[in-house]
């Protein structure tokens, strides 16, 4: 990676390496957060229904558009091989 940066000459190793360290340290702030949140939660209303989150994950499920097979062909017109 480092090296492939050198040669083409735009960007240095220690700004890709603090890009790197920034995001980490980034995610688990966000993490430390979340777990933080969601103990306060527990403490404030109880621990989850578990029930409640199947029936709310099968709703959300049904819902969310299904994305495309990443080996289906397409299904559009066919490309004209007239020349």
Do not use: C, W
Request: charged fraction near 25%; aromatic fraction near 4%.
């Amino acid at each position: 990676m480092f090296a492939g940066a050198r040669r083409a000459g735009k960007v240095a190793p220690s700004a890709q390496v603090n890009d790197a360290v920034r995001a980490e340290f980034e995610h688990r702030r966000r993490q430390r957060l979340l777990v933080e949140l969601l103990d306060q939660l527990d403490a404030e209303h109880g621990p989850v229904d578990e029930s409640l989150v199947e029936k709310y994950i099968g709703l959300l499920v049904r819902l969310a558009p299904r994305p495309p097979h990443p080996f289906s062909l397409p299904t559009g017109p066919k490309p004209s091989t007239a020349s």
